[in-house]
């Protein structure tokens, strides 16, 4: 079988499997890949549990095993950008674009989205949900409550400085802003000790909510969506690079089985998808939601 052969009876495995036949079993071995790659990826598609149930499945299908880095957006796409890497997985579209005009990142797509809410303690000292609107939510925040930041070039981290920016607030003039350089789940946990506010994607927090003394105190703009796209690092720029893994596993993450499984992804556990699958749409189709 050549390699062109193996190619497209992968991505055709891929987009036809049921389902609920993940274990797919292939008679001839011939059809898979085989070999190993690394992917650069976000914490919260870490801590949400996502990718211990993806990757498994795939190194099934494809005889591909995935070292996963989970070290933040800014650190995944410098991983990237080094050649340190095969796939990234990141949601900072605005820094990704970067990265993609100097050639480091290339077949990207449109995996997934949730969303940035605001959490903190109960008995909301900040009296954050009395405001009218996130520039109102932030204010308080900074006038009269702690917040955790990651701190860590995060895409997290680079949506809070937007909101600050956004919201005409000085970080120097913020007496109680704290950064933990760390992960969201560290982050959070951190938030939970110190009774602050946070700002965390969505699926991290309902994966690791119940171990938390948090709720949501402000949610639901347009400005907060949050959007996951998957890339192969660019094998003409960087040497070394597994690229027919790393093309098969970005091709895997928009396949229907598993835009299926990604909206249905602990939604009976926690009554809400942790993340939207987004396979096949733009990010103006997202601006319209």
Sequence with gaps: ??????KLT??????????????IALANQEQKIGGSMILATTTSTVDSGLL???????RDLTGIDVKV???????????AARGNADAALTHAPKAEQDYVAAGHLVDGVLVMHNDFIIIGPPDDPAKVKD????????????????FISRGDDSGTHKMELGLWKAASISLK???????????????????DQKRGYTLTDRGTYLALKQKLNLEVVFEGETTLLNIYHAYVVNPQKHDGIKAQQARAFVNFLVSPPVQQFIGEFRKQEFGESLFIPDAGKSLADLAKR
């Design 1 to 6: 079988m050549n390699e062109w052969c193996k």
């Design 131 to 146: 405001a009218k609107d996130l520039k109102d939510t932030l204010q308080r925040i900074a006038a009269a409550g702690t």
């Design 173 to 191: 003039a913020m007496k109680k802003r704290e950064e933990t350089g760390q992960g969201m789940g560290a982050t959070l946990n951190v938030a």
């Design 69 to 79: 880095i989970g070290v933040g957006t800014g650190a995944s796409l410098e991983m």
């Design 52 to 58: 211990d149930a993806l990757v498994p499945k795939f």
């Design 10 to 23: 992968i991505v055709v495995m891929l987009a036809v499997a049921p389902f609920l036949g993940w274990a």
